[in-house]
Each structure stands twice: as C-alpha cells, then as structure tokens.
C-alpha cells in the first residue's frame, strides 16, 4: 500500500470517527426542546393539602432552570384540568421530536382496578362508582404521550395519600397501582405501590424537595436521578416514604451537566457501584438495608430477609416485600382479566387491599364471588405470600408509620451525602392570583452546574438566563435590561433599582397559565385577579370551586360582560383597565383601575377638588350613579373632561339601551338626591347617613335652582349616595310641582353655571316663603 493510499484511508478513518460523534451526540444544530406542565391541587373540598401547591410551584421554578417552557396551575376542577391535558398534549405534539416532556402532578391520587387516578379540586367521590367519572385515568394521558415522537417524557405522581374519598360501600385499595410504563417513559410516585405517604405541615414535601435537589444535582441519568431521590425520602421520612419508579427511557438525558472540577456529589455514584456488585450478607446489615432500598426490587428485599432474618431491620424490609408482592400480583391478575384470574388473587389475598376490586371485576364480568369446584388458576410468576406477610397487606393501605408495627427506626444512608447547605426551601408568598402557581424564591444553580448546550432556550425564560445569579433578574432580558450579556454574573440590571427589578424578576418568573386555564381565569376578573367574592356555584364573580383559600380576599372582581350601547364589546371585570392585570401587595386590596367612562373614588380618601384628588387621580363626574364597589357611572349630560355629551360611555341607570338621546328628549330626574343649604349638602340623621364622598348632588329643574344658594365648585361634584334620604320639605314641594317631562334636552357643561344665581333663599328651613 503507497502513502497516498495510507493517506487516503487515514482520512477516510477520521471522517467515520468525526460523522460517528456527530450522531451519537446533540449538537447545538439539533437542538432539544423541553416542555413541562405542573398542576398542585391543594384545595379539595373533602380535606385540604398543605403541600400540594408549594410543592407543584417548587418543580416548575427548578425545571424552568434546566429549559423547560414550563406551563401549570393550582386548584383545578374537573373541566380545568382535562382542558389544561389537552393544552399540554397539543402543545407536545407540535414541538415535534426530540422533545423532552415532563409531567409533575401534585394532590390526591386513587386506584380503581388496576388503573390510577389524579383528582380534581371539585370532585365528590362517595364511593368507587364514581371514581372514574370524576376523577382523570393516568393512562390515558401517558398513552397520547406515548405515541408522539418525543425523545422523552417523564409522569410524576406525587398524589400517594391517605385518601378522603369512597367512605361508602367497599373500599378503595390504598396507594397508588403499581404499573407497566409506556416506551420511552419513566413513570414515578411517591410512594410505592399500596402505600401512602404521611401527612405533612409544609411548606413542601419531603418528595419535592428530594426531586429538585436531585435534578439540581447534575449529571444524573434518569433511573439513577429517582434512584437518589428514593434514597433521600427514605432517609428524610425516617422510613416512612419510599418512592417507586420504572424507565423505559432508551436515550440518553440529564437535566444539568456537571463541571469536571465540580464538589463530590450527594450521590456517591462509585460506592454505590461497589456495593451493587457484592452480596447482601457481605455488608452489614445496615448497609445491607441501604443497598436493598436503593435496587427496590422483589429480589433486593428477599435477599436481605435471607441474610438477616432476625435483624431489627427485617420487619420493614418484610412490609416492604409484601406490599411490591402483592402489587405484583394484583397486575399479573389485571391483565389477564377473567374470573379465573380474579377468584386466583382472592384465594391469595380474601382480605387483601384488592380484594374489593376483585368482586367489582367479578360482578362486571357476571361471575359469582366464590369460584367453582373446577376453575383453573391462573400461573403467577411469584410465589404466594408467606405467612409472616399477610399482616402488612391484609388491609386496604400500608402505612409504615403505622404504630402498631412498631419499627425501628432505620440507619442513615452511607452513600448519600447530606443536602447542600446552599439549598434552603424558604415557603412561597401565599398565592393571590387565581389559578396561578405560588413560586419561591430561587436560589441560584451553583457555577459548576449548567443546563446542556444543546438545549433550547424557552422564550421569556428568566429563570434560565440567571441561574447562577442571586436574584433571578440580574441579566435576564427584562425592562430594565433588554439585551441580557449572558447567564452568569451581575447585569446592570441591579443598578436600575433594586426594587423595580424585583418586580420585573416577579413577572418574568412566574409560570404560565394553560391556555384554557388562562381563558377561564379572565372571566372570573382576569390573569392577576386577587379578589372574588363567595358566592353561588355560577353566579357572576363567585369562587369556582376549587378555588384556593389565598383567593378569597375581602371586595368582589365581577367578570367581563356587555353592557348596552357597547356595540356587543365587553367591559374588562371590576378592578382591571383594558389589557391589565392589576396587583397589589399581598394582603391588601388594589385600588381599583377605572375603564373609560368611568370613574372609581379612591378608598382610602374622599375626592377632593372638581374632579380630582390630592394624587391627581380621576374624582366622580357629576349626576354619576353609585354602583356595587364603588363605582360610578356618569348621568347623561356629564360626560367628563374630553369627552362630548352624548358619548358612546355606559348609559346612566334606568336608561334605555343607547346612550345618545334624540334632541328635545330630557333625561329623567333623580329624586333621591336632596339640595343644599347654606353651601353643605343636608344629610339625614341616624346610621343610613353616608360618608361625603359617596354623596352627588343632581342638576335640580328650573324651578328649585332658581332658588338655590350658589355652591362651591367642589361640592358640585361629590361622589353619589344612593341612599339619601330627602327631607320632608323638599317631598311636599316636589308634590306641588307640576309634571315634568320624562326627558330634558341635554345642556353643555357650562350651562349650570350661566343660570343667574338668586340674591336670597326662600321656600326651605329657615328661609322666607317663595312669592
């Protein structure tokens, strides 16, 4: 072979290498998408969560720094939350492949025959009938996910609760049912298979918390990720919680790349390794435990019984093996599907957690409870249980923190580090948008942790653009800096005031509604709408159900709705101007943004001046109509400064559909108003009196203003009070006046004050008769 033949081939070599690399690993031009939709329900009408939302919140902020567009809420009901699915499903399906979606839903979770069930705010479960009509089928969700062509999808169910649902007829079987994943899907709970998780203060749970250390902690393939979080509950709960997982994920995925030069991580991967290739009985029986709840595997529990069967340690560990036999048997036996299969788990288990499921497939099936003398049982690919087993399963649900078994306490985990100290969950601001998921403070992604190359940046993803800054608005492309230098550091952005960039950063980090979520929030006052009032179920501006209690401030947001002479065009809610979102300091109540036409007094000070106040806001417009919440709507004839009488404005009360009157009609007089005397309104004593800022005086008729002493300009426009009461003189007088038309002709402005204004009062208290 010639040199220009080695030469040839040499070079051929590389190029296989180079193309080899390029189609084994992402590059920045094949870029990875990464969609994410988190749904907390904490509100339940049968029993209230603590951790629910804040954990639902905590997810969303850490997966929006490792690049997800990232889209939840709080509290959903039945119809919410199928239209959110629907929302994220589409939303998966056109990001197209190489997507990698992640689904994270916290509250309560049920099982109803071998499927699982996540639980909207609003449902009423009497028993299992009901289930499955008011609650959402997991599977079917995983299946559309399933067939899209993503790269990846993760489904979290942090839901395995004590349940407050189905306390009539049979019972429910505890937990969660343990289940086979779809391709390219890890499916994980948060507790295994027939348990539940203990209740917890807050703010968050021991299971988020493990997650978002755990992704934050870098390099972490998806099955050794759950493998540490499994680790770390366990290790947090005091063997209480243990977690269960299953991947089907072929390819490979991190959430965070870690830096060569980067701290030991929490997870000792290289121990692990090692005691993974030694026998159980080789390590102790407290290592043995540690390695057994790491490999969480039927096998795994059987070992260490085998090698310490009269440890302390082996009462938790056997409860641990019964519950993952029991799950397995009871899928082997969902899958068959046929009495012979439902009255062979009965004969294992006659009072087991899915003995009630078992008679409900039988009855559904047209099949008696007890099988007949020549059945044939199914084969299981397990033993059946021993008797020292049966204890921990003959119950609906396994609570390991249940009392009467009285275990031990178990060791701590030799290869799991403690936390880092940097990591600090503080508690989220109590939520006070509707729907809208309470976010935490963020705390920065150490320098040695980075998001892939190859991922592709979300849109308006502050979060992303500043881990590893200490406030997330430092150099994130917001108002205050437009450009973004970059991920790392300190913008400029602090310099334009720590204050307004604290608000910036707000907005910007906040997780976005659903769609549809989005839409229906709006008709309950808009994005941003701190205050509902109670209310009935469909009435205009009541709580939905569901609604979360942080919602429920004092005051009322009335929903968008058309009002006559509006051209079919719909009025934003009560406290929101037209494209706005209105937010006040937690705990208070806004001050209400007045749309065109309309003017709302502030509520803390009376109106001062004609037409405004000390803050240079709009006051009330005169002849105005006082409505529910303070607002006004202007009579015919003033209209405010800028606007021409007769503008398409909301029409006065008791008026027809149109605002704009044909000449020669008059409008009608407003008889609840009472004149003035010596320059101050007459207000009427005993507790129906009003504060003065709610009171209007009206244009009188000819007849009364030629007698009227001439006022100030500021108290020609106080603010109306509806329920003023006249006094007995000016009633008699009214009744001697002749009829008045229904209508007067509309005057300008200015023609109240050309009428000549009388030298003297006569015809009320303390004035001579009228001649």
């Not at 397990?382 to 609906?396: A, C, K, L, Q, S």
């Not at 002849?623 to 021409?644: N, T, V, Y």
């Not at 009829?739 to 003297?760: E, G, L, N």
């Amino acid at each position: 072979m010639n040199i220009t033949s080695k030469l040839r081939l040499a070079c051929i070599t590389v190029l296989s290498l180079i193309m080899a690399l390029v189609s084994t690993s992402p590059t920045r031009a094949e870029t990875e998408k990464r969609i994410a939709f988190v749904v907390g329900n904490a509100a339940y009408q049968a029993s209230p969560l603590a951790t629910a939302a804040n954990d639902a919140g905590l997810i969303a902020q850490t997966l929006q720094a490792a690049g997800f567009d990232v889209s939840g809420a709080r509290d959903l009901d039945g119809e919410s939350l199928r239209a959110a699915f629907r929302d994220f499903l589409d939303k998966a399906q056109a990001s197209g492949p190489g997507t990698v979606a992640f689904v994270y839903l916290a509250g309560y979770g049920l099982q109803l025959e071998g499927e699982n069930y996540f639980v909207p705010v609003d449902a009423k479960i009497a028993s299992a009938q009901d289930v499955a009509v008011e609650a959402l089928r997991v599977s079917d969700y995983a299946k559309r996910l399933a067939g899209l062509p993503l790269k990846a999808s993760f489904i979290v169910l942090d839901a395995a609760r004590e349940s407050p649902f189905a306390k009539s007829g049979p019972p429910l079987a505890g937990g969660l049912a343990l289940a086979d994943t779809e391709p390219n899907i890890l499916l994980a709970f948060n507790a295994t298979p027939g348990t539940v998780a203990p209740s917890e203060p807050g703010p968050y749970g021991a299971y988020s918390r493990a997650l978002t250390e755990m992704i934050r902690q870098g390099g972490l393939q998806p099955a050794e990720l759950f493998d540490g979080v499994r680790l770390r509950v366990n290790e947090e709960t005091k063997g209480a919680q243990v977690p269960w997982d299953t991947s089907r994920i072929a390819a490979p995925f991190v959430f965070f790349e870690r830096a060569a030069d980067a701290p030991a991580p929490a997870l000792a991967a290289d121990r692990i390794d090692a005691m993974r290739s030694r026998p159980l009985q080789d390590l102790g029986s407290h290592d043995a435990y540690a390695a057994a709840i790491e490999r969480d595997t039927l096998q795994g529990y059987q070992d260490f019984l085998t090698a310490y069967p009269n440890d302390p340690l082996a009462g938790r560990v056997r409860a641990l093996l019964a519950a993952r036999r029991e799950a397995l048997t009871w899928r082997r036996t969902y899958s068959v599907d046929t009495p012979d299969a439902y009255w062979s788990y009965l004969d294992r288990y006659p009072r087991g957690p899915h003995a009630s499921d078992a008679r409900r497939r039988l009855s559904t099936l047209a099949a008696a409870d007890t099988p007949p003398p020549s059945y044939a049982p199914i084969v299981y690919d397990i033993p059946p249980p021993p008797p020292p087993e049966i204890v921990y399963v003959d119950r609906p649900v396994l609570v390991f923190s249940d009392p009467v078994f009285d275990f031990p306490l178990p060791p701590p985990l030799v290869f799991l580090n403690p936390p880092p100290p940097y990591l600090v969950f503080a508690p989220p601001p109590p939520p006070v948008e509707l729907f809208v998921l309470p976010v935490p403070v963020f705390v920065p992604v150490p320098v040695w942790i980075n998001p892939p190359v190859y991922v592709a940046a979300p849109a308006n993803n502050v979060i992303f653009n500043n881990i590893h800054n200490t406030t997330i608005i430092n150099n994130s492309p917001n108002v205050l800096n437009p450009g973004g230098p970059g991920r790392a550091g300190v913008g400029a952005g602090v310099a334009a005031g720590v204050a307004a960039g604290a608000i910036a950063g707000a907005a910007a980090a906040r997780v976005a509604l659903p769609p549809s979520v989005a839409r229906r929030a709006a008709t309950f006052g808009g994005p941003g709408a701190q205050q509902l009032r109670p209310g009935q179920p469909g009435e205009p501006g009541a709580i939905p159900p569901g609604a979360a209690p942080a919602a429920r401030l004092p005051g009322h947001n009335l929903p968008a709705h058309e009002l006559p002479g509006t051209m079919g065009k719909r009025t934003p809610g009560f406290g929101q101007r037209p494209g706005t979102a209105p937010a006040g300091p937690q705990g208070t109540v806004p001050s209400p943004a007045a749309p065109v036409g309309q003017a709302l007094p502030s509520a803390d000070k009376p109106v001062h001046g004609p037409g405004r106040h000390p803050q240079n806001q709009p006051g009330p417009l005169p002849g105005a109509h006082a409505l529910p919440g303070g607002q006004q709507i202007p009579a015919e004839g003033s209209a405010p400064k800028g606007r021409k009488p007769g503008a398409n404005t909301l029409p006065a009360l008791g008026q027809g559909p149109m605002n704009r009157r044909p000449a020669g009609q008059f409008a009608p007089r407003n008889p609840a108003v009472a004149p003035g005397v010596n320059g101050r309104p007459w207000t009427p004593p005993g507790p129906a009196m009003a504060p003065k800022s709610q009171q209007l005086p009206q244009h009188a008729p000819p007849q009364f203003q030629q007698q009227r002493a001439p006022q100030p300009a500021f108290q020609q426009q106080r603010a109306p009070q509806f329920q003023q009461q006249r006094p007995p003189q000016q009633i008699q007088q009214q009744q001697q006046r002749p009829p008045q038309p229904a209508f007067q002709p509309q005057r300008p402005p200015q023609a109240q004050q050309q009428r000549p204004i009388p030298k003297a009062l006569c015809g009320v208290p303390g004035a001579p008769p009228c001649h």
